[in-house]
């Protein structure tokens, strides 16, 4: 029996959350039934990780397309014109690739490329999945709704979170929760002292902020609450891990900002930032707790359950799906969003009592084997996947 071919459309080539879930699918599916093929528009981490995990990757370049979809509508409207040969070229290239693979699936993955691949469904007749990662704006949402009227937007849509589904508003998409590699993600003690690796002191409370570093996920929120905690718990420092990844505008420079913010708060010996590291379990391990501070609603919040299969506490930011993800005093503390005064009390309550750390660190690591496992969420995306093997079977004897 020939395998179920699916092609994958990742708009960026670097390693967020989105693409951490794509790299954990695809570390776990079923080779014997379907056969996964990614395509990327450059070079970086992310082919890197593919590869390393045995999966297939073509570097198709977009090109000026990719800056087109990047701006404000209108603009788009004026350089659309100069972008046409590109696009043609684009979508030339991946129809040859469809053809060529004899792709049986397309499964998309960010805004960019749901509309890259549902018009090259349209023009190779192959099905297509959105897997819908994000809340998008109302503007954006009427957008895909008429998109998906039109004979070209004909699309499943997979749904990351009830939070993004409610949103949506269209086509009632199916809810797979985001799943947690457990093998990896797992509670033990560090073999090597991640204090001494930052020059602090042995007793030093580390509490830890993971991800992109970008204005809505709330870096500085976490600044101004250490700052109101440094002469409370002056053993406390606060880690910052991740790096900019985005160059837009609000989003470019924003690092420089939270240097610059550190120094206005005097509390450049409180704080630590680490850049981009690949050895989270083990910041995970070596943190008391892990702070989510989103600042919007959030999709889903990968940081909490890989926090969570830990062990560890999460603070995390009231919005979105993290009410499905974390249960308040039961596996975390929920906070109201943007407020530094309601994360430095939380912090504080974590480092004054530590018996409770340990009680909801139990419980969210339970929590994560009931409901938030890569195993799970693969299971019922290869179930989602062989309805469509089915129906192709049906209709072409294949």
Not at 147 to 154: T, V, Y
Not at 335 to 340: I, L
Not at 386 to 391: G, I, R, T
């Amino acid at each position: 029996m020939s395998l179920f071919k699916i092609l994958y459309l990742s708009p960026v080539s670097f390693i967020g959350g989105a693409e951490e879930s794509l790299c954990t699918l695809l570390k776990f599916i079923d080779r014997n039934k379907f056969d996964p093929l990614v395509v990327l528009p450059s070079k970086g981490p992310l082919e890197e990780r593919l590869l390393k995990n045995n999966v297939r990757v073509e570097i198709i370049p977009w090109g000026k397309f990719t800056n087109l979809l990047s701006r404000k509508t209108l603009f788009s409207i004026f350089i659309l014109p100069l972008t046409l040969p590109e696009i043609f070229i684009l979508f030339i290239r991946l129809r040859h690739f469809v053809k060529k693979e004899r792709i049986d699936l397309i499964h998309t993955n960010g805004l960019k490329c749901h509309f890259i691949g549902a018009i090259l469904g349209f023009l190779t007749k192959v099905k297509i999945v959105w897997h819908i990662r994000e809340i998008y704006t109302l503007p954006v949402r009427s957008a895909l709704r008429v998109f998906m009227a039109l004979p070209i937007g004909r699309a499943e849509v997979i749904a990351i979170s009830r939070a993004v589904q409610n949103r949506l508003g269209f086509s009632s998409p199916h809810v797979i929760y985001n799943g947690v590699d457990t093998t990896r993600f797992y509670p033990f003690n560090p073999d090597k002292d991640l204090r001494e690796e930052l020059g602090l002191a042995s007793g030093t409370k580390i509490i830890t902020m993971l991800g992109i570093l970008t204005p809505w996920k709330g870096q500085d929120i976490f600044l101004e609450a250490i700052a109101m905690l440094k002469t409370r718990f002056p053993d406390l420092a606060g880690l910052i891990v991740g790096k900019e990844l985005y160059t837009g505008i609000g989003h470019k420079g924003y690092l420089a900002y939270l240097k610059s913010k550190v120094k206005k708060l005097g509390i450049e010996n409180q704080v630590r930032f680490l850049g981009f590291r690949d050895d989270i379990p083990y910041i995970i391990n070596s943190s008391l707790a892990i702070v989510h501070a989103s600042l919007k609603p959030e999709p889903f919040g990968r940081v909490l359950i890989e926090a969570m299969a830990c062990g560890k506490v999460v603070l995390a930011a009231k919005g979105g799906a993290v009410e499905e993800i974390v249960r308040d005093r039961v596996d975390g503390l929920i906070v109201e969003k943007g407020n530094p005064d309601a994360l430095a009390q939380a912090i504080g309550t974590l480092i004054e009592d530590e018996a409770v750390d340990k009680d909801m660190g139990m419980e969210g690591r339970q929590r994560i084997e009931e409901l938030f496992t890569a195993e799970l969420m693969t299971k019922n995306i290869e179930r989602f996947y062989l309805k469509f093997a089915e129906s192709q079977k049906s209709s072409t004897g294949r």
